[in-house]
């Protein structure tokens, strides 16, 4: 059962505009939440996060919102650039064990010139 | 930047050969993690270690089994290659804590013919 999903395989933004990736969770236990991007042949590379005494954080151009009462965060670029096409992951560290990570299965956003 | 390296970053092999997978990190985290990752997948984890000489298996079976002698090393070894084994090896590195931020190297393509 997965605990950390993400509806949309795929996104296509414009140069300039805004891309927003959407993230869902199932356990409300979840206290902090990562975003990771990752290319072709490459491991993922930590991005921002967001613990959930917030509902928001911003680094830059990034951007994550958290709605913990709708169990579900975005991650918001603006303005997105053509280096910003890659597959872009939420996940959660489990709360026991070994604080491994639950990724989502990706959104694979590309970034028109 | 994370300094978290793997050896092969791409290996193809016959059935039945022995292989190592090499990770090792040289910011001298104290975790450290092996996920799997299918295409279009996410990814799960299959061994992680706290530290020196602890081991533990993930939440996906694999029959690999993993090695820490030393704080920056963590080798990964299949005894036997089938194709099943094919698939992407992510290795991971975290300083222990409460919500800390896992840094992923590279990965292996593994390839079982």
């Known amino acids: 059962d997965q605990q950390v999903k993400q509806n949309s395989p795929s996104l296509s933004v414009q140069e300039g505009r805004i891309s927003i990736l959407n993230c869902d969770y199932t356990?409300?236990?979840?206290?902090?939440f990562l975003w990771y991007k990752k290319y072709p042949a490459e491991g993922p590379t930590f991005l921002i996060s967001?613990?959930?005494?917030?509902d928001k954080n911003e680094d830059g151009r990034f951007t994550v919102f958290l709605n913990k009462s709708a169990k579900h965060l975005s991650l918001h670029i603006v303005p997105s650039q053509p280096g910003d096409s890659a597959v872009y992951f939420c996940a959660a560290p489990s709360i026991i064990g070994a604080n491994n990570l639950f990724f989502g299965t990706g959104t694979r956003l590309t970034v028109i010139p | 930047e994370a300094d978290i390296y793997q050896t092969p970053r791409y290996l193809v092999i016959g059935t039945g050969k022995k292989i190592t997978l090499e990770c090792s990190q040289t910011m001298g985290h104290d975790k450290m993690y092996w996920y799997q990752q299918d295409p279009g997948m996410e990814l799960h984890l299959i061994h992680y270690s706290y530290g020196v000489n602890s081991t533990e298996k993930g939440d996906l079976s694999s029959e690999s089994t993993v090695s820490r002698i030393r704080t920056e090393h963590f080798p990964l070894t299949l005894e036997s290659a089938r194709p099943s084994h094919t698939s992407q090896y992510l290795c991971?590195?975290?300083?222990?804590?409460?919500?800390?931020?896992?840094?992923f190297g590279p990965g292996t393509r593994l390839l079982v013919l």
């Open positions: 967001i613990s959930s005494i917030k």
């Open positions: 356990n409300s236990m979840f206290d902090y």
């Open positions: 991971a590195s975290s300083e222990p804590g409460y919500q800390e931020t896992q840094y």
